[in-house]
């Protein structure tokens, strides 16, 4: 196997689909046009799936070249340390429209494990109602260095979080970061529990962000919680180059990429993806984060990392590489960050403000966490909604 992102493969005996029993990470390549499909924690399946090449022999530009349709580079965008990302151009017989091309930047590298998590985790998003969960595959191909690409949807008016967040006016920013985070505890609940999956590498430049024009209603569900918010944001989960998926009962990894992490690093780990999300935040923005919010953050990071935070003022980028090393600690299982405990804090926070009423749950920051906000945005807890376990924002 070529240098790089490597793929380990394991099996396990638990939470795989058995006959007509599908578990959660079961997968069709139909509705891109390959007639596959199997448990992905039974990954042996896509080994053995064919990826055709009908790369151009004159034009290397032209990814896909047939009569009836054509992929064509129409330039680069991104060029990261494990893959580009370009903008391309799909031409089928009924439709033209750009997409976004995946490409190894090891030549011969096959990319059709990440392409299968990243379509596994769309669908299973969408199906607890975040649609734009992760960006919708278009095609799978192969280019004649032997390398296996994939191409996927635009999400329109998107941008990354990190760029959204730099641009935040300060008496916003602690109600944007908190929107998403209860958005973000309900996606990696999801992922870790019923899915096994972990992201691994879930910074805020891995997260795609939509404003909508008008607020709209969400249900969102944390285990036995279930919270009901009128957000004005959408996020998309992007790059799945270091995640894995693994038992959430025995937590042996099935699929896992790995370079920045252990072959025998367990998956899924509770409260790990948050973390990684956490501490990313504290790092770039803790300077931005209001008195209250920035204690929250400590509290979270300093275990099972002691003096963490204070690394993380001082070193800035470069004490990003410790984030990575204490979440593939192999000896930790599980951290405390979990989707439930970030959502009681935040909670806990709001009901300690005065200005706060003692029946209402506040999902954005406090007042006093920044600049008085024109209109104060807080869930309220009526008789009727408590006796059906639903929180409801207003």
Known sequence: MSKGIKISVYYSATEMCRGERRCEAFLSLESIGIKAE?????PAWVHRVSIPCYQS???????????????TCIKNTTHGTFGFIDLAS????TTVKDVYVKRPIVVGKSLIHEACVQKLVGESLARIGFPTGAPPLVKLFSLRDQSVCFA???????????????????????KILVDCMFQLCAMIWHLNHIVGMNH????????????HENPVNKILTVENE?????????????????SCLGSTSTHQSALSFSRVYSSLDPCPKDGRDLYLFVGFVYIDYHDRLPAAMRTLFESWLESPGGNLCRLMRKDKENSKQWLY?????????????????IIKDLQNIAEKTPST??????????IPMDAPPKNTVSFALPTSAVSKGITRLL
């Open 38 to 42: 199997g448990c992905l924690k039974q």
């Open 57 to 71: 022999i004159f034009n290397q530009l032209a990814y896909i070249d047939l009569p009836t349709m054509k992929l």
């Open 90 to 93: 799909y031409e089928t017989e």
């Open 152 to 174: 996927m949807e635009p999400i329109p008016h998107s941008m990354t979080l990190d760029r959204y967040l730099d641009s935040a006016p300060t008496a916003s920013f602690s």
């Open 200 to 211: 691994r590498d879930l910074k805020p430049s891995n997260f795609l962000i939509v404003e």
């Open 226 to 242: 279930i919270l009901e918010i009128s957000s004005s944001y959408a996020l998309t989960l992007i790059d799945f180059g270091f």
């Open 325 to 341: 090393f204490i979440a593939g600690n192999e000896k930790i299982t599980e951290f405390h960050t979990t989707p439930n405990q």
């Open 357 to 366: 009423p003692r029946r209402n749950v506040s999902i954005t920051p406090p």
